[in-house]
């Protein structure tokens, strides 16, 4: 079995900035790649950034200039810088993670973290 642990969610004001930890544990063999996605109430969960294991990342057009989004292959954790918050970024932040066995790759996900930016 494979765990993903996040923290650092948290209430802050608008322009303020946040820190998502995600630590990976259990039956690991080889993490293809690491993200965080989010979900608002009455939206459907989206992709807000990720990171392959080669280094390569991948963020979503609202986010860009803003967050970023890092990794410690050591420690098997992934993180999200995330400045300048808005109040749309108000959501559960999901950690992802996709991780190989053999030739099949299978997603995890963590219980989600609240990040609440008020005006």
């Known amino acids: 079995q494979v765990q993903l642990v996040e923290s650092g969610g948290g209430l802050v004001q608008a322009g303020g900035s946040l820190r998502l930890s995600c630590a990976a544990s259990g039956r690991i063999f080889s993490i293809n790649s690491m993200g965080w996605y989010r979900q608002a109430p009455g939206k459907q969960r989206e992709l807000v950034a990720a990171?392959?294991?080669?280094?390569?990342?991948n963020y979503a057009d609202f986010v860009k200039g803003r967050f970023t989004i890092s990794r410690d292959n050591a420690k098997n954790t992934v993180y999200l810088q995330m400045n300048s918050l808005k109040p749309e970024d108000t959501a559960v932040y999901y950690c992802?993670?996709?991780?190989?066995?053999?030739?099949?790759?299978?997603?995890?996900w963590g219980q989600g973290t609240q990040v609440t930016v008020s005006s």
């Open positions: 992802n993670a996709e991780i190989a066995r053999g030739k099949v790759s299978y997603a995890y």
């Open positions: 990171i392959i294991s080669s280094g390569n990342t």
